[in-house]
């Protein structure tokens, strides 16, 4: 049987280690992060009158920190809260990642099907080992065997890619990935000849040479403070974690949150089940 851990009112608690999975933790004091790695596992976090604190807007967190929350669709739920979550209630909240320079950028030169390495249009700062991901640029065809299904629609489309960073170039624009990409993704400057309207000629105008941008978006997925579901969140149950803040009042609490992940979050299919919810 899981224990359950009350920090009352008064009393300041720093989580210096990794502890056991726990069932509940309730929260009227305070909890803060010591500098360090860590990784906190509960099936509820009940934020309710106290404070947890992993980083602050003046110094945020660089270590790695990971909260894993466990549940699933016949889980308990707490009134108005629900189940496999941090709530936050009359609390103050601080979740502050480490910043990156640049969340997302673009493909500077083509990434072709095959390759497992991708130049960028601008220099990042992303770690060995984060995920990424490389949105699709390829023509939506229904009835094309070699795009992915959908598991929701079942519809064949155009499928972003996930990949692991295995190494990053001195200058930054130049990353390895951990798999090779299974399509091809556009990184490059289009000419299209256009008529201008507004040249009067016996052909509706003279033509004009528009350039377009057609490059891939790559985006940093991982961030060093990460709240995520449990191995049993994704399908068929769809079942994640969520942050729920809910007081009565405008001023009731407080919640700073910047530069984290939410992995496996949000409960498909449930109102008000959002990976973070305001209410």
Partial sequence: ELDTVVIPAGQHLVLDYSPPRMYMIIIFGSLTFARTDLHLQASYIFVHGGTLTVGTEQEPFEQSATITLFGNPVSQELPIYGAKLIAC?????????????????????????????????????????????????????????????????????????????????????????????????????REYQTRDSMVPSSSGGEAVAQFVEMRAEVALLSRNVKIQGDDDSVAPALYGAQLMLHSIGHDSLVARIENIELYRAGQYARKERHPINFH
């Fill in 89 to 189: 209630r009359e609390c103050t909240l601080d979740l502050h990642g480490k910043p990156v320079a640049h969340t997302w950028t673009h493909l500077a030169s083509q990434a072709p099907k095959g390759s497992s390495e991708l130049r960028l249009m601008k220099a990042v700062d992303w770690p060995v080992g984060a995920d990424i991901v490389i949105a699709s640029t390829e023509e939506w065809d229904p009835l094309a065997d070699q795009q992915p299904v959908d598991p929701l629609t079942e519809i064949r489309r155009p499928a972003p890619e996930k990949r692991t960073i295995t190494h990053v170039s001195d200058d930054g624009k130049t990353l390895t990935l951990s798999e090779p990409l299974l399509f091809d993704h556009l990184g490059e400057t």
